[in-house]
């Protein structure tokens, strides 16, 4: 498997500049295309950048809620766990919406909703069918992790859109995770990585190596990689 191209890199001082730079530049994204197609669909992910950039996103969509009619919320991976845990990617985002908010969203079932995690990952693959995402958001784990893709846990010929991962390396065990192909399937996918401890996984995007999954993300027309300093100088 060869890999065509590195991401566009964007380079930031730390992680809240990354997050500021990311929520103006999606909010302006999403406003252009729902001023002219009237609907986006948009990936959310977990981990502590994704979840400020959700915060960030969700305080602007609360201020001018009209602006925001025709948008999609959906998670590139949730935890399969109980809905009200704190360990939910969604939680924060159903909590800070406004309740008469016109944004759609659209969650993975929780664990608590009697189904099984097989169960659960088909409900989300079928839901996602004929779906394109305008815009996925994909942190980046220290081994190289994207979604709930781990090393020598993916397969790139996985033609589903979501999966069920049941034995993480990084807890809670139970997910469900966009496939690779649902991710580059997305017209446009952002990843976004902080800290000295992804420097080695930032690197390897950089240099194609084959071996971790983040080397494999590839949106449709659009690839960029948003990373302070620490996270691509290791110092």
Known sequence: MTIVSSPDVRIFANSAEICDAVVELADFRIQQQLDSKGTFHLALTG?????????GLVARWNQERDKYKGLHLWWSDERFVPGPSIERNSLSVLQELAEDSPIHVHQVLPSDSN???DVAAKRYSAD???IEMDLTFLGLGPDGHVASLFPGQWTLSEERSAIG????????????SFSMAKINSSHAVWLMASG???????????????????????????????VDRLALSGE
């Open 47 to 55: 981990g502590s950048l994704g979840m400020m950039v959700s915060d």
């Open 115 to 117: 189904v099984e995690l």
């Open 196 to 226: 000295e401890e992804k420097h080695e996984a930032v690197s390897k995007i950089l240099a194609r190596d084959e071996s971790i999954p983040g080397a494999f993300v590839r949106g449709r027309e659009e690839t960029l990689l948003f």
């Open 128 to 130: 996602l069918f004929g």
């Open 165 to 176: 991962v049941s034995d993480s390396p990084k807890p809670p065990a139970q997910r469900v």
